[in-house]
């Protein structure tokens, strides 16, 4: 450590025990280690003073900008005596850290340094769930066994019909009857080239042109009722023009029609499925490669193939059935059973009010805090999941290093490597509902100060998957390490090794779908503005989910202009009733009220935004599904989507992602329908998990920045293979069509990944 010399000016004040170092004092100041008869002047002094503290260890720059001490003053970490901060870097990087809290242990020695450096670096453990015990490992196991097995089961059933056709149409006995490998390779996947679900196992392979059809297809062409389709089909909202989003008259109906597909050649449904109903079966139950029109050739019959080893889900089936007997399976919970967690008479200390039907008893979410370390939470958590429940996580942020993640931290180490890529993102700008092009600079900036049009209505840009061109732990470890370390449950959410999550079963070698984590980074504001709100429309993942709120920014409206917002929602609603008015299919409006009111007292459950809240979730039960669509088919000219337009395509009003519920629709929608979602607002540093096949909807009431995983659930896995089912039903290019996760994969794994360990376990060698 160098002191200042007593006999120069004194450095500047600071506290207690903290070494400041200026320019003004270098030059100056003496080696403790020499006897005072050298002198450290000019440029040279400098240099052989830089070689003893390098021979020291000790940093003569600050660690995070790595610029010389000459030039700034640095603050000296008391712990390792190594590293030094600038207070321009403390006061830019971590303006939530004292001065003296840095001096008592610096950033890196704390685990939070956001340098460039130290946040490419991962310091993650990946092998923690390796030390289980063998009783943990046979818990985990038979868990896995005892929802999985049905599916197994039901799996195998399919196939044993499909082989029992082929044997009909090849004359064979089951014993006999030898099916064709397809060649494969470990790193792709096989889609049926009509509903474009994952291939598991056997399928139907043309031998002329490679079409390849699903059993699910085979089953449906056979029954005379083929639902799974490739139809594609293309969106048709014009743009009216930017004025017409804003309320104004329309621009002439000559404006080019523009959509946010590719211009795929437009195949009308009622020809494709005109076409669709000759393609048969033969008597015999073989079926015959289609025609061109359909995608294939039409030139032989479809022979039956397989991916797996010849047998394997039958042979896996039988192991499965034998182990279950030597182990006892474990009784589930029952999901009407009353416990003190979910009773707010008993306990609302770990309970959160999310809506107030009549007749229900699950008003209250589970909302256990991360913190508390409670090992009957687990227990409780599958209680509620089993249920179909979401769940939220307090505090989870509490017990990480606190890595910064400020949106433009995680900018500024992109920048280095990637400045060619990030010196322009893509984001959606919420009100036309497309995809723009800004400067990222300015797209972050918005982020803190807000952006607005020139007519002062609030701009709200979403950028979604970000960074883009790279895997998420890839371009930033240290962020992914702090994601995957906050998550709760982390039995069922951690995406390298949980040993709950179906989606860490497949081998090695396997192609691995794309679970995240992913960052989602987007504006906000506390008032619901009817049209142009920074959302997340309403969907349906096709798995379970975590959603973690890891940075909050609020962006205030002046005066001036939230004047002007309440001025241009009047012309909003203006337009919205002379548009619902001159349709004739929409049924008359009864009240003002009913139609375009957007302000935040229509709805009493949510009349004021509390402080504290970063972003409002919706999140609705699977049993009120039906009524759902029913309410959004029946009202659907009245949502906005490209471009302002009104809905004029429906094909699923949960997987279309068009459809935004204002506190308006959701007030109408309990009272025509009895539906009322979970409602809810996320705090900073609070998890959110949402299971399989609960629609729901969020909106920002504050700029956000989210970190979310996908995952698989045992209790869900039936859930995610019905929920694919459903996709079969879309068109081809439907954004929401392709099967991404490939579940019947993930679960034939699983179960014999947890069969071989069971039979390892409980098995005696022979």
Excluded at 104 to 130: H, I, T, V, Y
Excluded at 145 to 169: D, G, Y
């Amino acid at each position: 450590m160098v002191e200042a010399s007593t006999s120069q000016k004194r450095p500047p004040s600071g506290p207690a025990g903290l070494f400041f170092y200026h320019a003004a004092d270098e030059s100056e100041s003496s080696d403790p280690e020499t006897d005072g008869s050298e002198e450290w002047s000019g440029c040279e002094g400098r240099k052989r003073k830089r070689r003893k503290e390098e021979e020291k260890g000790v940093a003569i720059t600050c660690h995070q900008c790595r610029q010389s001490y000459r030039e700034r003053r640095v603050v000296h970490c008391l712990k390792c005596k190594k590293r030094r901060y600038c207070l321009e870097c403390i006061r830019q990087w971590y303006p939530r850290q004292s001065v003296a809290r840095i001096a008592e242990a610096c950033p890196f020695c704390r685990g939070n340094c956001n340098c460039n450096g130290c946040l490419m670096q991962s310091k993650q453990n990946k092998g923690q769930w390796d030390e289980l015990s063998r009783k943990q490992k046979i818990k985990y196991n038979r868990y896995i066994l005892h929802f999985l097995l049905p599916v197994l089961r039901k799996f195998c059933a399919e196939q044993i019909a499909e082989k029992e056709v082929e044997a009909r149409i090849q004359g064979l006995s089951m014993a006999s009857l030898k099916i064709q490998k397809t060649c494969s390779y470990v790193d792709e996947r096989i889609f049926c080239n009509n509903c474009r679900t994952s291939i598991t196992d056997l399928h139907r392979s043309c031998g002329k042109c490679s079409y390849e059809l699903c059993l699910s297809c085979c089953r449906e062409i056979r029954d005379g009722n083929l639902r799974g389709n490739c139809n594609i089909v293309r969106p048709n909202y014009l743009h009216r023009g930017v004025a017409y989003m804003h309320g104004e008259d329309p621009l002439p109906d000559t404006v080019q029609e523009k959509g946010v597909f590719d211009p795929y050649v437009n195949v009308s449904r009622e020809d494709y499925f005109q076409k669709a109903t000759t393609w048969k079966a033969n008597e015999d139950g073989s079926i015959r490669c289609p025609p061109k029109e359909l995608g294939g050739c039409g030139k032989s019959l479809l022979d039956l193939k397989h991916l797996c080893p010849e047998n394997w889900v039958a042979k896996l089936l039988t192991k499965a059935e034998e182990i279950s007997t030597v182990v006892e399976l474990p009784q589930i919970p029952v999901a009407t059973q009353d416990t003190k967690c979910c009773d707010p008479e008993k306990s609302t200390e770990n309970l959160r009010k999310a809506a107030s039907r009549s007749d229900s008893n699950d008003n209250y979410l589970y909302c256990p805090r991360s913190t508390d370390n409670n090992p009957e939470d687990l227990e409780h958590f599958k209680r509620h999941w089993t249920k179909g429940e979401p769940i939220i996580v307090r505090d989870v942020i509490e017990g990480t290093t606190g890595l910064s993640w400020e949106p433009m931290v995680m900018w500024r180490v992109l920048r280095v490597s990637k400045a060619s890529k990030l010196s322009q993102v893509k984001v959606i700008d919420c009100l036309s509902c497309c995809e723009v092009e800004i400067d990222s600079h300015q797209f972050f900036t918005g982020y803190v100060d807000g952006r607005m049009y020139t007519n002062m209505w609030p701009e709200m840009l979403k950028l979604k998957d970000w960074p883009p061109y790279n895997r998420f732990e890839e371009c930033l470890p240290r962020h992914a390490d702090e994601f995957i370390s906050a998550l709760p449950f982390r039995e069922y959410t951690d995406p390298r090794s949980g040993p709950l999550n179906i989606a860490v079963k497949l081998p090695k070698d396997a192609l691995r779908p794309d679970l995240g984590p992913k960052t989602y980074i987007a504006y906000g504001t506390a008032e619901e503005l009817g049209r142009g709100d920074s959302v997340t429309k309403l969907h349906c993942d096709v798995s379970d989910a975590v959603n973690v709120l890891m940075h909050t920014s609020k962006v205030l409206l002046s005066s001036k202009q939230a004047s002007a917002v309440e001025m241009l929602k009047k012309k909003h609603k203006a337009q919205d009733r002379m548009e619902l008015k001159d349709d004739e299919q929409t049924e008359p409006v009864s009240s003002e009220k009913q139609v375009g009111d957007h302000f935040c007292h229509c709805c009493p459950s949510e009349e004021c935004v509390k402080e504290d809240g970063g972003a409002l979730w919706d999140i609705f039960r699977r049993e009120d599904v039906p009524k759902l669509l029913s309410y959004l088919k029946k009202h659907s000219k009245e949502f906005r989507h490209i471009y302002c337009s009104p809905v004029n395509q429906i094909f699923n009003p949960v997987h279309d992602e068009t459809f935004y519920l204002t506190m308006d629709h959701k007030r109408r929608l309990k009272e025509e329908f009895g539906v009322e979602p979970w409602s809810f607002e996320q705090k900073l540093g609070e998890a959110v998990l949402i299971p399989v096949g609960c629609p729901h909807q969020v909106r920002n009431l504050k700029s956000c920045t989210k970190v979310a995983l996908d995952f698989v659930s045992p209790e869900n896995v039936h859930e995610c293979i019905r929920l694919t089912e459903e996709l079969r039903l879309l068109p081809k290019n439907h954004k929401s069509k392709e099967d991404k996760i490939e579940v019947k994969k993930m679960a034939l794994h699983a179960i014999s990944q947890a069969v071989g360990d069971l039979h390892v376990l409980l098995v005696p060698r022979k």
